[in-house]
């Protein structure tokens, strides 16, 4: 039964109960989302508290420490937009790192990809993956992939020590810059990224919402073009009802690689997505992801 099929009276009663509603929030906005019955899952890890909830209309949630992770109603948006931007650009991905990613969507998408060869998944908290696993199966539907390598680490700790020109995709699946994800927003985090990539490898970062969190977007953008340069950073936008103010953003980075527009093959993504029957990624959303409200430009480009 989704909100519509719901009596008013009972959606209004419902609205006084905070018990059946999960708030993620700042200081001055927050989004509600309805949920139902018992919590599915919660654990206090050594780092954060992961629970899951059943909700009305959007299926099944994540959140860590009450911030929505994903919602089964609208994980695509995200996951297909970290993980089919920088596929789509780059002309041959063989080793990928991840780092968080514990819900498992975005391997999800990576390993539709016949031309990687391995993918090293580093998530700091396994309650996440273990979570994900029991109560979420079709977003972490790859954790048993054969050309996935899951490692339950320190992902800082992780990129600190690699190999330098490791990889020619890393992406950065974090969540938002408190607790242990707070580390992944350093300027120190981000040189480790860029030394472990090969020479025209590329990054797609969680970045933050403009409007939600302005703060962290801009610091991160202002980052990663010290560390990358001015002109091989692209901030691109993405839509997911489920997080606040509903427009999130991603940021893709390269290591003199491949421009996200002007080396982006446009029919080949196209027949890609409707191959894979994608939800929210297509080649026109690939292409408009990348034109930015002005309020956007002018805050990360001063």
Known sequence: MTNSDRPASELASSQFNPSEWVIDGNESIALSIHIKGDRLFKEDSPYQTVEVFDTYGNGKMLTIDRMVMCTEADEASYHEMIAHVPMQTHPSVKDVLVIGAGDGGTIRELVRYPGIERVTM??????VVRASKQFLPTISSAFNHPKLNLLIDDGIKFVKEAADASYDLVIIDSSDP???????????????????????????????SPSYNPKAFIELNQCLKQVFGSDRVHCYLVFIPMYPTGMWSLTYCS???PHPIENFDYNKATQFAKEHDLHYYNADVHKAAFCLPTYVQKMING
């Open 122 to 127: 580093v998530e700091i908290d396994e309650a």
């Open 255 to 257: 290591k003199q690689g």
């Open 178 to 208: 408190v607790g242990p994800s707070e580390g992944l927003f350093t300027k120190s985090f981000y040189e480790d990224v860029y030394r472990c990539l090969r020479t025209g490898g590329v990054v797609t970062v969680q970045s933050e």
